[in-house]
């Protein structure tokens, strides 16, 4: 158990839906970073927060948003759904902004887009 | 953005033998990373490096930072069936400053053939 907990599980949606996220940190964590996982292109680092605040982008998409909450909770909010969002989206979360790479992974969200 | 080639892409062994798996890349990382993803969960940290050519052993796993720190390399020594699953590489520019994404790896899978 990382410690990293994320919700819901599974996810099944329809295209042009939207669908949100939910990822809570280690105990003590203060970034929090999303990852996409697909069979295709691997991991994909999407954004990373840091105590509430965007730290760094990656390849996430326009339609897709995230914030994380005083209480250090994050939401990945993905919207207009396409078939090829399918994925795994994974939270991680480290001590500090400035990592060292050592990232704990939660369990993922496997969202299914029909 | 930064592409990091591992291979080989799987590997189907006898329990009992050695595996050696690496990760090239085009690009200079500062920190080099392996982490092991079992099916179902998230990936967990295996080995973190830190300085070109620095090698890093933890119990049966043994990682190297190449001397160009373009590449990494991974070895797990006697291979038990619970080393079946994904190996990720990833790597990251920044050493206590950056604060960017991990970039991953397509991963190795290794399956262990009774």
């Known amino acids: 158990d990382s410690g990293v907990t994320q919700t819901p599980k599974h996810l099944i949606t329809a295209t042009g839906q939207r669908v949100t996220l939910r990822c809570s940190p280690r105990?003590?964590?203060?970034?929090v970073y999303w990852y996409q996982q697909s069979l295709d292109q691997g991991l994909q680092f999407l954004i990373q927060?840091?105590?509430?605040?965007?730290?760094a982008k990656g390849n996430i998409l326009e339609r897709f948003s995230a914030q994380q909450f005083p209480d250090l909770h994050s939401e990945l909010n993905l919207s207009s759904l396409e078939l090829g969002d399918s994925a795994l989206y994974f939270c991680?979360?480290?001590?500090?902004?400035?990592?060292?790479?050592?990232?704990?992974f939660g369990e993922g969200s496997r969202l299914t887009v029909l | 953005g930064q592409q990091l080639n591992q291979s080989p892409q799987s590997m189907f062994i006898q329990e009992g033998e050695d595996v050696s798996m690496n990760c090239t890349s085009s690009?200079?990382?500062?920190?080099w990373l392996w982490y092991k993803q079992d099916p179902g969960e998230g990936p967990v940290l295996l080995i973190a490096?830190?300085?070109?050519?620095e090698l890093t052993s933890n119990g049966r796993l043994t990682a190297q930072f190449g001397i160009t720190r373009k590449d990494s390399f991974l070895n797990i020594s006697a291979s038990i069936p619970s080393d079946v699953g994904i190996y990720f590489c990833?790597?990251?520019?920044?050493?206590?400053?950056?604060?960017?994404?991990?970039?991953f790896g397509k991963g190795t899978h290794l399956i262990i053939q009774p």
């Open positions: 991680a979360s480290s001590v500090s902004s400035h990592g060292t790479g050592e990232l704990f």
């Open positions: 105990s003590g964590d203060l970034s």
């Open positions: 927060y840091y105590n509430g605040e965007e730290r």
């Open positions: 690009s200079i990382f500062n920190t």
């Open positions: 490096l830190y300085k070109a050519g």
């Open positions: 990833a790597g990251q520019l920044g050493v206590g400053g950056g604060a960017d994404g991990l970039t």
